[in-house]
């Protein structure tokens, strides 16, 4: 259909008209196609019937006769009937009689009558035949409807032509009649397409009838009349606004400023070509772009929302200033003004206005804005609070706020004051004279509005304030300088405490093994001042401690604590055990490290003690396993040496029997043994045997056995007696005069009795004098007489017995080994080189004492025997 | 040291030395005999509670380590048999304690003799002292 509508009017009149008339037609043609060949089809079964009933009742004789060749002559008369296929006649009983079939073919379905015919396309026509009211037989006759189609093809045929020619003839006439109406439209369509093209609004649509078409015709004509008067007026008025615009245009674009209107979506409608000079665009560049495109991109953001508000509010736009990008790329800052335009309603339509540059103008302003801003800045973000006063008045002028801030006063009351106001009472004086010299900084106490003093340092120069001569005082504060000043102080002589209250030497040195610390402990043990070290380095004031800087160094460089056990004589009384620990530091990126000494001679002289004692014990429990062994053969043989003994020297009757026996007189057996020398024999084997028996015994010793027989005593008078029993003992006697040996006793007044086993303590003592005296009969200090000293004394809860002698001393080796069982420093047999090592055993384990001894060559020897004292008092 | 002089009192005082080791119980009995004493000997406690059947005895030195039965096992059942003999532990061990069984029979530390006796007289006095108390009681 739309195609339809999109045709000229002239080909739709033609295609209605056509399309009328050749429906019409064909619903006419079809109904009438339709009736014509009903009839044709019922004059063929009518006169199909007819014949079959003529033939019928010429056959009624035949059949009377069952005259069979009669009866087909009969039928084949039908042959003239050109469209009967076949016909057959039966009797009355309905059998076969005769049969024509116009192929020549007998047919054989017929042999007897069907009464109904089948529906094979052909028309059937079965008549019974009646002879006197009797059915004497039927006929049955198939017609063929070829002839039937045959004809009702001819005639549709000629129907589809007489059609064919109808519509031809519809189609010109149509065509034909179709201009009547037509062609007036178009003529008036080419005179309105004429005068909207051309603009000649002289040319009239002319015309004949009086029809609506006429009227169309006339009332064009009017408009146009009416349209060109119009135009002429306009004409006239556009021509005066051109000239007025033209005006206003050369006012625009000659004005110095930049004139552009924006519409309502600050869209440029227009720009004077003044643009080109401010921002370095073509005026059609910027036609359609809005003023933010153009605006530096933090100014474009607020311009933005500033015009938004404004237009929203209809106002103008004054002075404002806004950053703009040049095309070739430097700010350049414009200053706006613009009224809002309205259209006839009253409805805003945008903005026109003007840009002026004021970038030089910025540009100065901001610099003098900066300029003041830095100093202003200055002023007020310096911490240390400033006073501006007046030179002549004095006169606080002006402060900063950390000057309120710090003196707590407001800026009203410091302006009625002067600085010399703030001094602590009885500084002004001071004060008159110091200002004297400017810039050098002065040190004051001032006073706060709280009379909280501080301490201050104050610059003052002179300056032109508001136009007035003034004075600048920065004032700082360095109370907090003082107080960290004072508390660094603290810390530093804090630290030096700690170090110097420090049991251990501790030696700080730099990286090039330069002294930087010495503690007290350092100062005691080597009898160096402080001052006399520091900075001197370390290898030439400790030389004896083995520490070689390179070792220092390689601890710092490679940050290891370094750790070592060292033996030095740093205070000159006797080798010391030193456990010297170094530790790298790191202190602000400057290398150093802290050497520390402690001196661990008594450690060392505890562990040694230790194994001593383990050594000890094993004897011990060797002795105790090897005893009984050794006991039984040694009771053997000294039994039998005592029995040998008697019976060779005893006055028993047996030896006198026994003599007689023999003949011997038992004097001559003796004064035989006398001459042979028999009896010092005799003896020497019953003293070997009793010096082994000595050494299982004291070997025994060592085993550790708890039979506590100790009880309170007092050491003095054990001491006593013990120097009683030495002075008489045998052995002594022989050997040393112990007599001779000078002996200087002294003891603490009122020494608490010690719990011990006397006997042992003796033993003890005893061993120690033999030692000395032994000791000192082989050479003795200068040659002096040889003397004891013994003293007896408390200590550290403990009960201390010294025994000096001034023999010829020990080399550190013997004085470590001689508590160790079998160590002797006396000839092979003057000895067993068990004694000191009992009285170790006796004195450690079975009294939780301590046996210690002090020796160097040529300086004598001290034995000490601690016992512990009872820690309740009795 | 010779101590002729006691030899007389002894004749009548029966002793009987136990001891395994030859060298010991030989010349403990060498010695005794040669003072006097009539002495009997055995080298284990079994064969010396034998000789209790035969004899009867004032005193014996009986060494503690034993093949068989022991010094103490031996004191025991000895004093069973003779409650008036009297007895002296002669032992080589340092670490001896007079078990209580043997305390309860009154015995004490001043009979143990350790080996070796340095001097054999101490035997000698012991034997006196203690049957001199025997006589006492």
């Not at chain 1, 408009?223 to 021509?239: C, G, H, K, P, S």
Request: glycine content about 6%.
């Amino acid at each position: 259909m739309k195609t339809f509508f999109k045709k000229s009017i002239r080909n739709r009149l033609i295609i209605i008209i056509f399309s009328v008339s050749v429906l019409t037609l064909l619903i006419g043609f079809t109904g009438v196609a339709y009736l014509d060949i009903q009839n044709i089809q019922r004059d063929l079964k009518e006169d199909a019937l007819m014949h079959a009933r003529f033939t019928g009742q010429n056959c009624i004789g035949v059949l009377e006769w069952a005259d069979k060749e009669g009866a087909q002559a009969l039928l084949n008369n039908l042959e003239a009937v050109h469209y009967i296929q076949s016909v057959a006649l039966y009797d009355a009983a309905g059998l076969h009689i005769a049969a024509y079939n116009s192929t020549g073919n007998r047919s054989n379905d017929s042999d007897t009558l069907n009464t109904t015919p089948p529906e094979d396309g052909f028309l059937h026509v079965i008549e019974p035949i009646y002879y006197k009211g009797l059915r004497v037989g039927a006929i049955h006759l198939k017609a063929s409807f070829d002839d039937v189609r045959q004809r009702i093809g001819d005639y549709l045929l000629t129907l589809a032509v007489i059609l064919t020619l109808t519509t031809a003839l519809a189609l010109v006439l149509a065509s034909r009649l179709q201009g009547l109406i037509s062609k007036p439209i178009l003529n008036l369509a080419d005179v309105t397409r004429h005068i909207s093209k051309a603009k000649d609004y002289s040319v009239r649509a002319s015309h004949d009838s009086e029809d609506e078409i006429g009227v169309l015709y006339t009332g064009f004509n009017d408009m146009i009349n009416q349209v060109a008067a119009r135009e002429t007026e306009r004409d006239a008025a556009e021509l005066a606004l051109r000239e007025s615009e033209e005006r206003f245009r050369s006012l625009v674009e000659t004005s110095s400023d930049w004139i552009w209107e924006v519409d309502t979506d600050w869209k440029y409608r227009y720009v004077s070509p003044k643009v080109r000079e401010l921002l370095g665009y073509e005026p059609e560049e910027l036609i359609g772009q809005s003023p933010f495109d153009f605006m530096a991109e933090e100014d474009a953001h607020t311009v933005r929302s500033a015009f938004m508000n404004i237009i929203e509010l209809k106002q103008p736009i004054t002075g404002l200033q806004n950053r703009n990008i040049h095309k070739a790329g430097h700010i350049v800052v414009l200053e706006t003004n613009g009224v809002p335009v309205f259209n006839e309603q009253g409805k805003i339509t945008g903005y026109r206005g003007i840009d002026r540059n004021i970038t030089d103008r910025r540009r100065a302003q901001e610099a003098l804005q900066r300029s003041e801003q830095k100093y202003r800045t200055l002023f007020t973000s310096i911490n240390d609070p400033i006073l501006i006063y007046n030179q002549d008045t004095q006169k606080i002028i002006d402060c900063n706020q950390p000057a309120l801030d710090r003196y707590a006063y407001t800026i009203e009351e410091l302006r009625q004051m002067t600085p010399a106001a703030l001094l602590e009472p009885g500084q002004e004086k001071q004060q008159a004279v110091k200002t004297a010299k400017p810039h050098a900084p002065q040190h004051y106490r001032h006073i706060t509005k709280h009379g909280q003093p501080l301490d201050v340092e104050i610059i003052s120069a002179p300056l032109i304030y508001h136009e007035q001569t003034a004075c600048m005082s920065i004032i700082r504060d360095i109370s907090d300088r003082m107080a960290t000043e004072k508390a660094l102080r603290h810390t530093k002589n804090y630290l030096k405490n700690i170090l110097n209250s420090m049991p251990s030497v501790i030696v700080g040195v730099d990286h090039k093994g330069q002294i930087t610390q010495w503690n007290l402990e350092a100062q005691s043990l080597t009898g160096l001042a402080t001052e006399n070290v520091l900075g001197a380095s370390l290898d030439a004031v400790l030389p004896d401690l083995q520490l070689p800087m390179d070792l220092v160094l390689q601890a710092i460089h490679d940050k290891e604590i370094l750790k070592r056990t060292t033996q030095a004589n740093l205070d000159h009384q006797g080798m010391k055990y030193l456990d010297i620990t170094v530790y790298p530091l790191i202190t602000h990126g400057r290398e150093g490290a802290v050497i520390r000494l402690d001196d661990v001679s008594e450690r060392i002289r505890i562990e040694e003690m230790m194994i001593q004692s383990e050594k000890m014990l094993s004897v011990g429990g060797l002795a105790a396993g090897m005893a009984h062994e050794i006991n039984n053969p040694l009771a053997g043989i000294m039994q039998n040496v005592q029995v040998i003994r008697n019976r060779l020297f005893g006055d028993l009757p047996a030896n006198h029997s026994a003599a007689q026996e023999s003949n011997v007189s038992l004097s001559k057996i003796q004064n035989y043994m006398h001459i042979r020398k028999i009896a010092p024999m005799i003896d020497a084997v019953m003293e070997s045997g009793q010096r082994a028996a000595q050494i299982v015994e004291n070997m025994l010793s060592f085993s550790r056995k708890s039979d506590s027989k100790q009880i309170r005593h007092n050491l003095v008078q054990l001491l006593d007696q013990t120097l009683e029993l030495a002075g008489n003992d045998y052995d002594l006697k022989k050997k040393y005069d112990f007599k001779r040996i000078k002996i200087i006793k002294s003891s603490q007044k009122e020494m608490p009795l010690v719990r011990c086993e006397p006997s042992k303590i003796q033993q003890v003592i005893l061993n120690i004098l033999k030692n000395g005296a032994q000791a000192m009969g082989i050479s003795t200090v200068d040659n002096a007489p040889a003397e004891f000293i013994l003293n007896v004394l408390c200590k550290d809860q403990m009960a201390c017995i010294e025994i000096t002698d001034n023999g010829p001393g020990m080399d550190e080796e013997t004085r470590r080994r001689v508590f160790e069982p079998f160590f002797t420093t006396k000839t092979v047999g003057v000895g067993t080189g068990l004694g000191l090592s009992v009285s170790y055993f006796i004195v450690t384990e079975n009294h939780r004492g301590q046996l210690k001894v002090n020796s160097a060559p040529g300086q004598g020897s001290t034995f000490i025997i601690e016992l512990p004292l009872e820690t309740t008092s009795i | 040291m010779s101590t002729t002089a006691d030899i007389g009192p002894n004749k009548q005082i029966k002793l009987l030395i136990i001891d395994d080791e030859d060298s010991i119980r030989l010349s403990l009995a060498a010695y005794f005999e040669d003072m006097d004493f009539e002495v009997q000997t055995a080298e284990t406690a079994e064969t010396a509670l034998d000789l209790m059947n035969k004899h009867c005895f004032n005193l014996g030195i009986i060494d503690m380590r034993l093949p068989g039965k022991d010094g103490n096992h031996f004191i025991r059942e000895a004093h069973g048999r003779q409650p008036r003999m009297r007895f002296i532990i002669h032992t080589g061990s340092k670490q001896y304690l007079l078990p209580p069984a043997l305390k309860a029979i009154g015995m004490t530390e001043r009979e143990i003799l350790l080996k070796p006796v340095r001097d054999m007289a101490i035997f000698n006095n012991l034997i006196q002292i203690m049957l001199h108390e025997g006589d006492g009681s």
